[in-house]
């Protein structure tokens, strides 16, 4: 099974920004896409980007322009970089992998834009 470890959730204000990263252990298995989902208090789970193992990217349109998703393949890692930031993006932000093994998911990171 492929694990995931997130880091880079915190606090910041509105139009501040924050970078997640995201590791994948068990290097032994093929990492096809690699995403982030986010869940806020009483909505459902939602993809806010992924990339492809070539570099394809698909942004959910309410952060087009503000988010960026890149990875390092040598390094299994998946990153995303956020600006201008709004409170509407307060949520629990999940990396996910596609492998040989089916998909994983981290622990959830919480990032939170407040003033």
């Known amino acids: 099974q492929v694990q995931l470890v997130e880091s880079g959730g915190g606090l910041v204000q509105p139009g501040g920004s924050l970078r997640l990263s995201c590791a994948a252990s068990r290097s032994t298995f093929n990492i096809y896409t690699m995403g982030w989902y986010r869940q806020a208090p009483g909505r459902q789970r939602e993809l806010v980007a992924d990339i492809s193992r070539g570099g394809r990217t698909n942004y959910d349109d309410s952060v087009k322009g503000r988010f960026t998703i890149s990875r390092d393949n040598a390094k299994n890692t998946v990153y995303l970089q956020m600006t201008s930031l709004k409170p509407e993006d307060t949520a629990v932000y999940y990396c996910?992998?596609?492998?040989?093994?089916?998909?994983?998911w981290g622990q959830g990171t919480q990032v939170t834009v407040s003033s």
């Open positions: 996910k992998a596609d492998s040989d093994r089916g998909p994983a």
